[in-house]
Antibody
Framework: EVQLLESGGGMVQPGGSLRLSCAISGFTFSKYAMSWVRQAPGKGLEWVASISASGVSTYYADSVNGRFVISRANSGDTLHLQLNSLRREDTAVYYC??????????????WGQGTLVTVSS | SYVLTQPPSVSVAPGQTAKIACGGDNIGTKSVHWYQQRPGQAPVLVIYYDTDRPSGIPERFSGSNSGNSATLTISRAEAGDEADYYCQVWDNSRNQQVFGGGTKLTVL
């Protein structure tokens, strides 16, 4: 059974940093691309970033480009998202998602339960 | 940037057919994926590549895509289908995933 478990969320002040992690099980991590998608309270889904299976290629939404960094440790079956220069509008539940293939251009077929990031002073 | 437009809400009577539209410029040339999100839960993929169903998704869920609109069709609607539904594509020109704004389906 595919499982994704996010961790690292919490409350942080504007301008601060946070590192999210996603531990996976039930599939061969190194064969699949991965994504982070967020959802602000009461709002819709917003794609944040994706990374190819090898980790060589990364892609970002305009709203986070230059502030967030997606990375993966294939040896440890873990996906990360480094959040820097946080703003109040970054407050959201952050979901880790497995992409159906090794490339990022296809659907996210499994999702974690999410971790809440709150940016507030 | 590429924009996907969905109606905010759709209502359907139990046992009837619900259609949720997703509009985008020449969306028929892209692969569209659909997600169901029940209140308080993570999204679930219900349709990928316009028409394909993941294992475990009922045949009542189907999709189509042509021209400037893609459609998610839910036949014989049930109370358990009440959820928010999101369409999604990959924008090749900017290398970004794009989600529609979401549609709240009410079964009443």
């Amino acid at each position: 059974e595919v499982q994704l478990l996010e961790s690292g969320g919490g409350m942080v002040q504007p301008g601060g940093s946070l590192r999210l992690s996603c531990a996976i099980s039930g599939f061969t991590f190194s064969k699949y691309a991965m994504s982070w998608v967020r959802q602000a309270p009461g709002k819709g889904l917003e794609w944040v970033a994706s990374i190819s299976a090898s980790g060589v290629s990364t892609y970002y939404a305009d709203s986070v480009n230059g502030r967030f960094v997606i990375s993966r440790a294939n040896s440890g079956d873990t996906l990360h998202l480094q959040l820097n220069s946080l703003r109040r509008e970054d407050t959201a539940v952050y979901y880790c998602a497995k992409v159906r293939l090794g490339i990022v251009e296809v659907a996210n077929d499994h999702w974690g339960q999410g971790t809440l990031v709150t940016v507030s002073s | 940037s590429y924009v996907l437009t969905q109606p905010p809400s759709v209502s359907v009577a139990p046992g009837q057919t619900a259609k949720i539209a997703c509009g985008g410029d020449n969306i028929g040339t892209k692969s569209v994926h659909w997600y169901q999100q029940r209140p308080g839960q993570a999204p679930v993929l219900v349709i990928y590549y316009d028409t394909d169903r993941p294992s475990g998704i009922p045949e009542r869920f189907s999709g189509s895509n042509s021209g400037n609109s893609a459609t998610l069709t839910i036949s014989r609607a049930e109370a358990g289908d009440e959820a928010d539904y999101y369409c999604q594509v990959w924008d090749n020109s900017r290398n970004q995933q794009v989600f529609g704004g979401g549609t709240k389906l009410t079964v009443l």
